[in-house]
């Protein structure tokens, strides 16, 4: 049986909201609307980059435009790691998974550019076979169509696969699937419900995935 572990990016692998929020308000402040703290970004992030700008411009009681969008995609993929780091224990623990024989990808709603960026200026983007965004394909999460083709990608099966992912769209993913999913308690999100197992830490999952 082939072994592949699919990871979340934003609030799984990385922290990445104080970038989300820097380039978010650079973009506001800009239009002459109030910015955004950490915990209002990270209510907001999720769903991708163009849900993101969407719901910023609607708490401030403004519509985005494509030119907004576009602008935000343009400085956020270059400045997508400049405050944003890893989890504790992320590089060790996807060194420890590679050499047990796991595959590993990424499958996450933020567009592939800026999530290669990301992961290459982190050093992690080595790890991974394949790195699929919300852009990729013709679905996302929750969609399974999204990890269904990261699956196909990397030559994997469902009953091999395992997601990790701290969102309610990775666990509806997982599910439509058939793929065990492990919810990353640590992320952006507060509900885990749906899950096969729960990680606190990052550095569980070596011992979570030989129980499941």
Known sequence: ???LAVFDLD??????VPDLKA???????ARGL??????????MVGDGARALVERGFAARSAEMTEADYQGFLSDYTQNAAVLSRPYPGVADTLTTLAQAGWTLAVCTNKPERPARALLDTLGLLRFFAVVA????????????????AVIAACRGDADGT???GDHH??????RGC???VIWASWGYSADGAGASAEATRFTDLPAIFARL
């Open 23 to 29: 380039a978010l308000n650079r973009l506001v402040v």
């Open 34 to 43: 109030a910015p955004f703290t950490d915990a209002e970004t990270q209510a």
């Open 162 to 164: 395992v997601m990790v």
């Open 133 to 148: 965004g919300g852009d990729s394909f013709a679905v996302r999460k929750p969609d399974p169509g999204h990890l269904g």
């Open 169 to 174: 769209n990775d666990i509806l993913a997982a």
């Open 11 to 16: 609030g799984t692998l990385v922290d990445s």
């Open 178 to 180: 058939g793929v065990r």
């Open 1 to 3: 049986m082939s072994k």
